[in-house]
């Protein structure tokens, strides 16, 4: 019985090295240019085991782009940590979020290919699943920040999610084109997001 956990947990970590060298493969080339052999170089395995893991490339980039969705998440979850309160926290995720673009840049590359590639529909619905699953994460920050009132009772938490990655998204793509945003910037597109949330429909309006 120690045997056969051992070799789960191998198989495991077999899997998980071949999802990381996949990453960054994806990131550097388009989906159509990457192939699962510049796959097997990067991890250092053979075709046949990126085979043994993942039935096709499509496979294996989905599994790649859910990567992305965990790493995102955890990354949020860790600037999110010990602040005072459930609107520190959302302040926490967005400066986590800016940052990312260049910390985690493998990452967000993926997540732009699989845009681009949803003319297939099972990878747009991957992505679906995946933008689904931040706002979620948002939507239930937002929530808790109305709860205690710092955030205004008549808050759309979903609609504010909503509004939340399509800032960030956007500034990420930004970098992506040379942008390089220092701290003073980055803080001024922070208090405008925020801005954007707390103010009433009438208020931004007048």
């Not at 990381?20 to 989906?31: G, M, P, T």
């Not at 994460?137 to 929530?143: K, P, Q, S, Y």
């Not at 701290?183 to 801005?195: I, K, P, S, Y």
């Amino acid at each position: 019985m120690p045997r056969v956990r051992a070799s789960w947990m191998e198989a495991q970590e077999r899997r998980r090295l071949i999802v990381e060298a996949a990453l960054q493969v994806f990131s550097q080339k388009s989906y159509a240019a990457a192939t699962t052999n510049d796959v097997a170089r990067a991890a250092r395995v053979s075709q046949a085991t990126v085979f043994k893991y993942f039935a096709t490339k499509r496979d294996l980039f989905i599994a790649v782009l859910e990567h992305t969705t965990g790493l995102v998440l955890e990354r949020w979850q860790q600037a999110a940590e010990g602040t005072a309160s459930p609107l520190q926290r959302v302040r926490a995720i967005a400066r986590a979020y800016a940052h990312m673009a260049a910390t985690e840049h493998f990452s967000f590359r993926v997540r732009i290919r699989a845009v681009a590639e949803s003319d297939d529909p099972v990878i747009a619905e991957a992505a679906r699943r995946s933008y689904l699953a931040i706002v979620d994460f948002l939507r239930g920050e937002l929530e808790k920040a109305k709860e205690v009132g710092e955030l205004p009772p008549e808050l759309d938490a979903s609609a504010g999610a909503w509004y939340f990655l399509s800032v960030g998204q956007g500034f990420n793509l930004n970098h992506f084109v040379g942008f390089n945003w220092d701290e003073a910037t980055l803080d001024r597109v922070t208090e405008h997001l925020f801005r954007g949330l707390s103010l009433p429909l009438d208020s931004r309006n007048g």
